[in-house]
């Protein structure tokens, strides 16, 4: 297993990339996974559902299963928000895995960045940035960039970027323990 993130400010397009990089991967037949985080409290489950009055009575694991997904939700409680390299372990075995978010964790990451959102770019203040996808030049690259429409090449680029599973949880383990 691979991983390379997808980092930026929110309104950049880092969901939209997605939505256009997965199929793009999974049609050259690789298995792809994705890690999102979000900033604010979020429900999958829907009120009034056997799996949601489970997890409203106090069950901490709800697996919901039928014969098209199965899905866990855990429920944290008073248990601290899980870190990236805990969120990484969770997954089953997949050919590569797109973090998107978790700018600020020291991952190597593809930096997704749009000039009329009027935010700052993460390149180069941050060291994990290693390519950036852009519909605008930065003063100073230093990495390799790409147009936010070049899928293809993004695609390319993020199967020969992404690093083991196995180094980026060593890598964001030693920067906790800093």
Known sequence: MKVIGI???????KTTLLSRL???????GLRVSTVKHAH?????????KD????RSAGATEVLVGSARRWALMHE??????????????????VDLVLVEGFKHEPHAKLEV????????????DDPSVIGIAADAEP????VPLFHLDDVEAIAAFVQDAARPI????????DAAAR
């Open 51 to 54: 799996s949601h009055t489970h």
């Open 113 to 124: 960045h749009r000039a009329a959102n009027g935010k700052p770019w993460l390149h180069p």
């Open 40 to 48: 604010h409290a979020f429900d999958v489950d829907t009120p009034g």
């Open 139 to 142: 003063e100073q690259a230093g």
């Open 166 to 173: 196995e180094d980026v949880v060593a890598l964001l383990r």
């Open 76 to 93: 944290l409680r008073e248990e601290r928000e899980p870190v990236l390299a805990d969120l990484l372990g969770l997954l089953s075995p």
């Open 7 to 13: 980092a930026g400010w929110s309104g950049a397009g």
């Open 22 to 28: 997965i199929p793009r991967l999974t049609a050259q």
